[in-house]
Each structure stands twice: as C-alpha cells, then as structure tokens.
C-alpha cells in the first residue's frame, strides 16, 4: 500500500510523476526489489525497472550512463532506456505495449521496437559469495528499521511455499562462505559501532553453517556488547535451540509461522510442517524459559474449510497447554500466546498467481469466526488484519497497466501512506476506481484463467510458468513438493534459465 | 576501574536530535573507537555509560556531559582523541577528567542550568522596559504555570526555581539570559521563563544551554567537570 507514496515522493520533489511528462532535464527514474516482479500498476511512473539482483547490474547501468554522457552534451533519455532496455534484467514499460480483450484480460504484451525483448528475465549473482558488499554504510542517528549490522548469510530459499513470492523470485538458494561473513562482520561492526548483528536471509536457520557462525561472532563480540539475532525462525526445535544461544538470557517473545491450521491446508500451501515438528517446537522453547510465543496463520487460503479455521483455534490451545506443562517451575509469568490472521493476498510468480483471493465478506465472516472461539480462549490474543487493505493488496498485487491512472487519482484525491491504518482511506480508493471504469474484484477475486496471459508473462525470475501451474495443480491435490536441497530436482527452471547452479557449504 | 566524564558540545542541526538519538550516537562511537567499556554485571549486561539532564530537542548546547566506567585505565587525553575521531560532526567532546569513583552521578547531582534565548519580536523594548519586567518576576511571590500533558493540566510554580534572568535588546528583540532549577527536585523550562516576560508573539531564533551546574543553597555554582 505504498504505491501512491513513490508517486508523492516525486512530487514532493518537483518532479512531473509521469514519465512521459518528464522532459530531457528530469532526472531518470529507476526502481526495483519484488514489487518490480509485477511493476505494471507503476508502469506510468516508472522510467526502467531492474529485476532481480542488483549487485552486477548496477554497474552495468552506470557504466552505460557513464559512456552515454561522455559525449558532448548530446544526452538523450530515449536513446539511453533503449541502450538500457538490452542490459539483461533492465524493463522499461514505456518500450511494451499492452493490447487488452473486450473483457478487460489481456491480449498481448509486445515490445515496440526492434532488439527489445520479448521477455525480461531477472538478474542473479552467480558467485554469491564474491558478490560486492558494503560494509561502510550509512548509520542513520535517529533510530530506523533495521537498525543494526544486516549480515546477509545466504539468498533463496528452496523450501517451495506455494503462496510466497520471495520463495521464487530470489532462486536459487546460495549460501556464503562463513570465514566471509565473519570478516565482512568485523568491517561492519568497526565501521558502523552497531550493537546488534542480525543473520539476514528468508530463512536462517536453514543455513549450513549457522551453528559454528553464531558460535565464533557471539565469542568474538559478545564481551564487546554486541549481540547477534536471527530474525526468521523456522517451526522446529533446532531454530529455538539457536534463539536460545543467540539471547542468553533476554527472553524476548518467540514467532512462529505454520501458516495454516490443519495438516491438510498446510500440505496445499506446501508448508513442510507437521502438527509435531509445531508441538515440538513450542515444547522446547517454554522449556526453556520462553513464554510468550507468537504463532503466524493466513486465512482465505485456496481450499480453506472451516474446519481449517477450527485447526487453528485448536492449535492455540495444545500450545498453550504444552506450555503449561513445560514451564519450569521457576518462572512465575503465565504463558501467553499471541494468534495473528492475515488474509492470503495471492501474489504473482507464485503457484496461486492464478487463484482468486476470497470475496471480503466471506474474510470477515472467517474472522468473526475466529475471534469468536479465541474469546473464550485465556491467555491468547488474536490479531487480524483489515480486509479492505487485504483487498486493494491483491488487487495491485495482480493489478496490470490500467491501475496506473487509478493510483494516480487515488493520490490526487489525498490517499498516501494507506500502510498506516489512521491513513488508510478505502472509500477514496473505491472512488479512484470507479473513475475509470475499473472494479478492483476484477483484479482480486477474479482467479485467472490457465490460458490468459497474465500481466507479467513478460516477466520472468526464472522459474517456468509450466511448472508453477503443476505446483498450483499439486497444491489442489494436496501433495507435498519437497526441498530441492535435500531432493532430486523437480525442474522449477530456474538454474537452466539463468544458467545458475544452487550453492551450499559443507 | 576508571571513570571518565567528558563535556561535550552539540550544535548545527545535531541539536535537532532527542536525547535518546544522542544516547545512542555515543555507545556507537565508543565502539567504533573501540573504547574498553564496562559493563554491569548481572542478567542483562549493558555499558556503563550515564548522561547528565535530557536537552531539549531543537536546543544547541555547549555543556552535556556523560561518564563512562573502563575495563582498563585510559588516559583522558587519549579518550578525548579517539572519541572525536569516530564522533559525527555537530557534536564536540571539549574536555574529558577522571573522577574519583564515588563522585554522584551526573543526574544526581546537576540540579542549575543556564540557557541563552535569543527572541524576536515587535514592538522592541527598550533596554529600561526589559529591565522592569525582570524586576516584575523577581518582585513576584509565585508564577504559576500551566503544564499539558496527556493525563491533564497541572499547575506549576516557577518563581523558586528561577535565581537568575538578564534580557537585553537586540536589533530585532532581545537576547535573555537565565540561570533556573533543573534536574529531578524540580524543573523549570526555559520557555516558561521566556513567557512569563509577557511579551506578546515572540518567535525564539536560538536557544543554547550554555552550563550545567551544581548549586549550592549560597548560589555558588560548581561545574561537574
């Protein structure tokens, strides 16, 4: 929900928020990171994109900038996006044109120039581990969001959860070299003075060499004060027997995420976990003094019954009567868990690209539901988020080009900062729609058909669309998809694509 | 164990940050500067380090202070050197002494602080006018205050806390110099001196806390450092 706010930024900067408004003594406008996997509601906006990594392409960029400008003064923006558009990973949206059905789907993406490709597919660092990485940062003085020495221990994650988009679009998973990381967090410690180091990455734990790595930072800088956090736990005992080493005493809250309340559910959105490994992991770490514990669900996912909804409920209270009886006896505090429902907000380049998110009511009603059941629950707390927000998510995360003048006018009628409730202003963005004509059920509820082209086929992260349409098939089949680190390969595409291979340390 | 106490300076736009950004600003540049901080002992180990009385944010200052306690014994000099060496710029250690362990904490014992205003404003006041109404506050028995907050509206009496105030005319204003109770027994806001000058619509275009002090019920003012 922070589309309108880069729109508002280049206003607030003088500059004109269209790019075809934007004459020759404009600067160029560049974007990135996952929301540039489905950038077409920025399409307008948005001068190029750059998909995927940027460690390489940055330099690519700036070199071609850099020969472009040597000239005598001749600069010219169109001449540079087309030289830019040829630069593998480089999009620029004003070079493709969309042709839409009578009915709103589209017809085809196609590049109007010749050279351009059809396809853009994103960039990844094939060496991971010589990639360049800062280590003389900025240090904000007031305090931000990650605000500590971020040590990026590996990139990707192969676990296959049907409903994540950072899963597929940051393939393959490669891990770096821990006498690195270790070198990398001396530079950064020294010239940063930060107190904390956290191990970044979509899963720590699943790091190979997670255990010696936290054991050498923690004795090289624990006498220091500098400390170490593992920001991403997974759902078993191994990751709390981690958090255990990493906070010695500061007993924080623990968060866990099964996502989905019965082992069905959770074999349709590919979560490689059991009800056990869950049981298992909340034993281990109220037994280890922790006591309030935090547990992640989504409702509104594909399939999704009621009976889902009681697995949830049912679950809160096996833990909190684990917790129960695995408190020792010292601890006084009681044992509280903290139960959030965030509804699914299908994304592209994700097997459930093609499902339709679940209509508003039927969210609300679920959430009626279960706050309903959680009330009678002691010592559990449920949170859930407000489905207007859920909704206007899914529809710009499906959305194509034509939400681009819906943005804009949502800006213009005074939405910015929607991510923050008090700001969020549903009935201005329903306005905006309107406007044009355009129904965002259209985009959110709507599940796409097998055969339509999607609004970012043009865009590739490297995985098939082939074999995200067989994982969208399995998922309703409830089969499970195993790790391809410890299975045979199942041909997502990605490393034949990208002409990338995994990497894992011994 | 040694304890060092430093005075340090924050001015340009360094005085637009909290007290806690400054807080945090310090125990980063002691790592960088790779400083042997100690730590207290027990559950949850954390750097000895103490500041004397919050600055107000938007305030330059030319006296704050901070202690720090050392594993090993480190020449002040060296301190100082290697401080401002990893320091951002706007915020100048200007002098660094050991102090004899059992010396009160800062918070402890600062309880005076003195500020220059400089305040704009029109009509001017001549250097007789300004002078009555600081006579007028000295002459009052009681100036009662309104402090908001969010659990409500407190009254507040100023007048003890008040034991010096000037105020001379300047081109556009006036300059005020004050010297006013501050710490945890009881605290005056240089704001409120300012407004109870009573004059109407002023603008302040700096404030400076220019000392810290400690002072005794004579009035003779001791410097911390």
Redesign the interface.
């Known amino acids: 929900m922070s589309y309108t706010n880069i729109i508002n930024m280049l206003d607030l900067g003088g500059i004109p928020v269209k790019a075809r408004e934007r004459k020759e003594n404009f600067p160029l406008i560049m974007a990135g990171g996952p929301c540039a996997f489905n950038p077409e509601p920025l399409a307008d906006f948005i001068d190029f994109f750059v998909l995927g990594e940027g460690e390489e392409v940055i330099l690519e960029i700036l070199g071609l900038l850099k020969t472009s400008k040597a000239g005598h003064g001749d600069f010219n923006k169109n001449r540079f996006l087309q030289e830019a558009a040829r630069i593998k990973g480089v999009y620029v949206p004003g070079f493709y044109e969309v042709s839409y059905h009578q009915d709103g789907t589209i017809k085809q993406v196609e590049p109007v120039l010749e050279g351009i490709p059809p396809v853009v597919f994103k960039r990844v660092v094939k060496d991971f581990d010589n990639a360049a990485f800062p280590t003389r940062t900025l240090v904000p003085h007031t305090e931000t969001i990650h605000d500590r020495v971020m040590l990026e221990v590996l990139r990707g994650c192969s676990r296959g959860c049907r409903f994540c988009q950072a899963g597929v679009i940051y393939r393959p998973v490669r891990e770096r070299d821990a006498d690195k990381l270790l070198a990398q967090a001396e530079e950064l410690v020294g010239s940063t003075g930060y107190e904390e180091i956290a191990l970044t990455s979509l899963s720590t734990a699943d790091y190979t060499c997670v255990e010696p790595l936290i054991k050498k930072l923690l004795d090289r800088y624990g006498e220091k004060g500098v400390g170490v956090s593992l920001p991403s736990l997974r759902v078993d005992a191994f990751s709390v027997n981690l958090a255990r080493q990493v906070q010695e005493v500061r007993k924080s809250g623990l968060t866990f995420a099964p996502e989905a309340g019965t082992q069905r559910l959770r074999d349709v959105i590919n979560k490689g976990v059991t009800e056990e490994d869950i049981k298992e992991t909340t034993y281990a770490a109220f037994s280890q003094g922790w006591t309030s514990i935090k547990l992640y669900f989504m409702i509104g996912l594909p399939t999704e019954t009621y009976e889902d909804l009681d697995g949830i409920v049912d679950l809160a209270q096996k833990i909190l009567s684990i917790g129960r009886q695995a408190k020792p006896a010292h601890v006084k505090k009681p044992i509280k868990i903290t139960v959030s429902a965030s509804s699914f907000v299908p994304k592209a380049h994700t097997p459930f690209q093609w499902e339709g998110q679940e209509a508003r009511e039927s969210l609300r009603e679920k959430q009626r539901y279960l706050k309903e059941k959680f009330r009678k629950l002691k010592n559990v707390k449920f949170h859930y988020h407000e489905v207007e927000v859920s909704f206007l998510e899914a529809a710009f995360a499906r959305g194509n080009r034509r939400l681009g003048e819906v943005l804009e006018k949502a800006w213009m009628l005074g939405c910015k900062f929607d991510g923050w409730s008090e700001h969020f202003k549903y009935q201005l963005w329903l306005e905006a729609f309107a406007s044009f004509g355009l129904d965002p059920e259209f985009f959110a509820n709507r599940s796409f058909g097998t055969e339509e082209t999607l609004p970012w086929d043009h865009l590739s992260s490297g995985v098939s669309k082939e074999w995200l349409a067989r994982e969208y098939r399995l998922a309703r089949e409830g089969t499970h998809t195993e790790d391809c680190r410890s299975a045979p390969c199942y041909g997502c595409g990605v490393c034949s694509q990208l002409d990338v291979k995994p990497q894992t340390k011994r | 164990m040694t304890i060092l106490r430093s005075r340090f300076e924050v001015e340009g736009s ?1 005085r637009f ?2 007290h ?2 400054i807080l ?2 310090v ?6 500067a ?1 400083i042997p ?1 100690a ?1 207290s002992q027990g ?5 000895l380090i103490a500041f004397g009385p919050p600055r107000p944010v938007g305030m330059a200052s030319r006296a704050e202070y901070f202690d720090v306690e050392l594993k090993e014994h480190m020449n002040p000099l060296e301190f100082q050197e290697r401080f401002q060496e ?1 320091c ?1 710029g706007g915020l100048l250690i200007r002098k660094t002494g050991e102090i004899p362990r059992g010396t009160g904490a800062l918070n402890a014992v600062i309880n005076c602080a003195t500020y220059l205003l400089k305040v704009e404003y029109s009509p001017l006041l001549t250097k007789e006018e300004l002078n009555n109404r600081v006579k007028d506050i000295f002459n009052k028995e009681e100036i009662i205050i309104f402090r908001h907050s969010p659990k409500g509206t407190k009254q507040y009496d100023i007048r003890p806390g008040v034991w010096q105030l000037s105020a001379s005319p300047l081109e556009n204003g006036a300059v005020v110099e004050m010297e006013i109770m501050t710490g945890s027994s009881g605290n005056v806001k240089p704001g409120e001196v300012a407004d109870s000058l009573g004059i109407r619509d002023y603008k302040i275009t700096e404030m400076v806390r220019t000392g810290l002090f400690t002072r005794l019920p004579e009035g003779e003012r001791i410097v911390p450092l």
């Open positions: 360094m940050l909290s806690l950004d945090r600003i125990g980063k540049t002691l790592r960088r790779e901080v730590f559950f949850n180990p954390h750097p990893q951002p």
